[in-house]
């Protein structure tokens, strides 16, 4: 019975089976190495799946947090760089992307090492060039700021011991805007409408200082004073005088770097939104600024002058009504100035203002540019030349006719020279109605305006 149970047909068939079968190779030590490397690969990977797809969600968000985060709070640079680095590293971390840092014995790995990478290369790409400045001379003031433009480089300044001398710090390989300005807070000139301590500006044209900033590492600065009491700078390397002498010395408009030039500054530009400007805020109801124009506190209305100017042409209706309407004269300089620093600040904006100057704002424009006060004087040539105005020819034309002095007529004449290079028939069609009207003084400057030299 049993005999028969041991040879049933299942069992030969499993047999003959079995002799049939080749014959395994048994297993290496490699290959069982190989084996044993490639399920512990898919389960690494399925480890990776589960935790991309757990916290990919989470990871944008804190990253996308950390990035904004110093947009929102007050920071340090350092710390502001490190919570950017570290916030676009989650970010590459959610979506997979891995690094490894090792020095020696130690080992920096994921996105750990991500942001220690973006961190070390943006400090290295953001270092900024630097050259520093010196400036003396006989003023005799407590307060002195230079300053070039709304959101372009920064000047540090201070005060030596001695009470005579200011260094300075420019930032950057060039300045970016038309003008470097030179407020001096100073005792009044001279036939000044005001008897209370103003600020008295020195205008350097950018491109003047820039030719300097390429050639060295210090820029030595002396202010000195005119047989009129007027203040002029003079680069102490050459001796030659490098402030603006009149509304001839402006330079033309060049664009800005980073306004369209540059990879670098159209980011800044498209991510300005991130970066409010301070007196933004107060640019939808300029009042309270309007108000700091008439402060007895000199930084406070310098400050004011430069935040309305920053505003741009949120802030320019008001800007012109003030000035047309108010009798202060730190008002109606204040606008006058804010109105200017618009400009340099961005000259895209003269059209906007033409439309919205009436024939009264041009008028008070070229009343002004005669004005008794130097200060009211320099500003409202240079506003005149920026802008640009076909409607301010026949008023400048009228007022050189009807000079009652050399200087007035002058005056006149050097703006009509600048705007000439804009519309040349215009200015010649009407100068030659008033040759005969020229002083002997400025006959040859009439030449030279209406030959175009």
């Given at each position: ?9 299942r ?21 069982a190495r ?19 797809e757990?916290y990919f969600?989470?990871?944008l ?8 985060l ?10 502001r ?32 090492a991500?942001?220690?990478i ?10 900024v ?12 003031t ?13 000047f540090l300044t ?17 300045i ?13 000139l ?18 003047v ?22 203040l002029?700078a ?6 030659q ?10 330079a ?16 800044r ?25 008439e ?32 009798k ?16 340099r ?5 003269a ?12 008028e ?11 200060t ?18 026949s ?45 002997d ?13």
């Amino acid at each position: 019975m049993s005999d028969d149970h041991a040879n049933s047909p299942r069992d030969t068939e499993s047999r003959q089976t079995e002799a049939a079968a080749p014959e395994r190779p048994p297993k290496t030590s490699d290959t069982a190495r190989a084996e044993r490397a490639k399920s512990g690969s898919r389960d690494e990977n399925n480890v990776l799946s589960l935790l991309k797809e757990r916290y990919f969600a989470p990871g944008l968000l804190i990253g996308t947090l950390l990035v904004i985060l110093p947009a929102l709070i007050s920071f340090s640079l350092s710390e502001r760089r490190l919570l950017i680095c570290s916030g676009v590293a989650i970010i590459f971390g959610a979506f997979g992307s891995t690094a490894a840092i090792k020095h020696k014995v130690y080992t920096l790995a994921g996105s750990a090492a991500v942001a220690v990478i973006l961190f070390l290369v943006f400090v290295k790409a953001v270092e900024v060039p630097y050259t520093r400045g010196l400036i003396s001379g006989d003023f005799k003031t407590k307060t002195l700021t230079i300053f070039a433009g709304a959101g372009s480089n920064n000047f540090l300044t201070a005060r030596e011991p001695d009470g005579k001398h200011y260094r300075f710090v420019v930032f950057g390989e060039i300045i970016e805007a038309p003008v470097v300005e030179i407020a001096i807070d100073d005792e009044p000139l001279e036939g000044s409408t005001t008897d209370q301590t103003e600020t008295r500006p020195i205008l350097i044209e950018s491109a003047v200082l820039n030719e300097t900033l390429s050639q060295t590492k210090q820029i030595s600065i002396e202010i000195k004073t005119d047989e009129n009491g007027n203040l002029f700078a003079v680069d102490q390397a050459s001796d030659q005088r490098i402030s603006r002498r009149d509304v001839t010395d402006i330079a033309s408009e060049q664009k800005s770097i980073g306004e369209d030039g540059d990879f670098l500054g159209r980011i800044r530009k498209s991510l300005s939104f991130l970066f409010p400007a301070e007196a933004n805020g107060l640019c939808d109801a300029p009042q309270v600024l309007l108000e700091d124009l008439e402060s007895d506190i000199t930084s406070v209305r310098r400050d004011a002058r430069r935040e309305l100017g920053a505003c741009g042409d949120s802030a320019l209706p008001e800007l012109l009504d003030t000035y047309k309407e108010s009798k202060s004269y730190r008002t109606r300089l204040g606008t006058l100035v804010s109105l200017v620093y618009m400009l340099r600040n961005n000259s895209s904006l003269a059209t906007g203002m033409r439309k919205s100057m009436t024939r009264e704002h041009l008028e008070a424009v070229v009343r002004d540019n005669v004005n008794k006060d130097p200060t009211v004087r320099l500003y409202a040539g240079e506003l005149l030349v920026r802008l640009k105005d076909e409607r301010s020819i026949s008023f400048l034309i009228d007022q050189a006719e009807q000079s009652s002095n050399a200087a007035e007529q002058k005056r006149a004449l050097l703006v009509l020279k600048v705007l000439k290079k804009s519309n040349p028939s215009s200015v010649d069609k009407q100068l030659n109605t008033i040759r005969s009207e020229i002083d002997d003084e400025n006959r040859a400057l009439f030449e030279d305006v209406y030959s175009g030299n």
